[in-house]
């Protein structure tokens, strides 16, 4: 059976609390857009398509059973509960990109004379709905191209190894994951000796989460800590590094969970190829560079605590960005469902 961390039927919605996780595996129910809110800032789901999805299920929960005397009203109350969800975490892209979208519907369902508010509560509905099956496909189409092109710049004909950082699998998505597609598609096809993953330090998405899919999955998998990346590529035969992403910039310099960038620096002294995973809904084609892109800081607690434990000294100041930004120029492939593109050919894809 296939890790879910979203669980939605007949609008009610569950999520895999993932603080507990591994060693406790608990649904909570999302009620409304204030429990979505609560759920994705304390990260009990995390991960950028996740986090998206939640959000915007919690409002289909909220609205089907709502009423509204105009469109108008209707229009102003989805607008204003998405802006409040777009402030629950700042870097991921996919929530604002999904406000986006729902809004423009909005505007287009209210100026439609044949739409009733009942319509256009029920098309909102329907709209996010899709959400859920539409990143299962994604993420499937991802983790074909991404094995495809991986395999393609290695002559050897048997099993490789990769690496991967954080968490980006059924956890993260509406299942199957990003980066971890991938690795599941490489898997599937025979082609993957081994698989590490970091920790990822300091909430530990990889050691707490990744392991976790990856034990669950049966896939030959590694853990190591975070601070191993230039000593396992100097030691073993990594024929490529597959990440995720918070938010893609226009040039394709890509933020992603804190710890990305130094593996890419690694990775490039050592002609590793690094490729990043990510569904067109982590594109920010607003944004030129990836300067632009706000990082996250996080509670000093995550760092100086494992559970109730305090591990650091008395005292200590912390800086805990929950995120870096990796330059294009690092990246040898972006990974998406409309295949696999370089840094620089990915402007060209908004202009078709
Ligand atoms: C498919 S998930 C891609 C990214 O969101 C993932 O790599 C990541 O950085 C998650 O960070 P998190 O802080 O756990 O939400």
Redesign the pocket.
Same mark, same amino acid.
């Given at each position: 059976m296939t890790l879910q961390a979203i669980k939605y039927q007949n609008n009610i919605l569950h999520i895999l609390d993932q603080l507990l996780l591994p060693t406790v595996s608990q649904y909570i129910p999302i009620k409304d857009v204030n429990d979505g809110w609560n759920a994705i800032n304390k990260?009990q789901v $995390? @991960?950028?398509? *996740?986090?998206a999805i939640v959000g915007c299920l919690s409002l289909a929960v909220e609205l089907y059973n709502k009423s509204f005397d105009s469109k108008n009203d209707l229009l102003e109350f989805i607008t204003n509960k998405l802006n409040y969800l777009i402030t629950s $975490?700042p870097t %991921?892209v996919n929530m604002k990109l999904a406000t986006d979208d729902l809004i423009s519907l909005g505007n287009e369902l209210s100026k439609d004379s044949s739409v009733t508010v009942l319509d256009m509560k029920m098309s909102f509905i329907a709209t996010i709905e899709k959400m859920l099956e539409k990143d299962i496909t994604d993420n499937k189409a991802i983790g074909d191209y991404g094995s495809k092109d991986i395999l393609s710049n290695v002559s050897s004909k048997g099993g490789i190894c990769v690496l991967t950082?954080? /968490? !980006?699998g059924s956890l +993260?998505?509406a299942g199957y @994951? !990003? +980066?971890l597609g991938v690795i599941r598609s490489l898997n599937s096809e025979n082609r993957l000796e081994r698989v590490y993953c970091t920790e990822t330090r300091p909430?530990n998405?990889g050691a707490r989460l990744t392991a976790y899919e990856l034990v669950h999955d049966n896939i030959p998998a590694t853990l190591i800590v975070d601070s191993m990346v230039a000593a396992l590529m100097s030691s073993k035969k990594i024929s490529a590094v597959v990440? @995720? +992403?918070?938010r893609v910039a226009l040039n394709g310099d890509t933020a /992603?969970?804190i710890g990305t960038y130094q593996i890419a620096v690694v990775a490039k002294y050592h002609g590793v190829a690094f490729y990043v995973a %990510?569904p067109f809904t982590?594109i920010d084609k607003n944004i030129p560079s990836g300067n632009k892109i706000v990082i996250e800081e996080r509670s000093e607690k995550e760092m100086t605590y494992i559970g109730e434990c305090r591990i650091a000294a008395d005292g200590i100041s912390c800086w805990n960005p *929950?995120?870096d930004v990796t330059p294009a120029e690092l990246i040898t492939g972006i990974i998406t469902e409309r295949g696999v593109f370089k840094p620089k050919e990915l402007e060209g894809q908004f202009k078709l």
């Open positions: 990260m $995390r @991960g950028a398509p *996740a986090i $975490r %991921a950082h954080c /968490n !980006t +993260a998505t @994951g !990003t +980066a909430y998405q990440v @995720g +992403a918070d /992603n969970k %990510a982590s *929950a995120f």
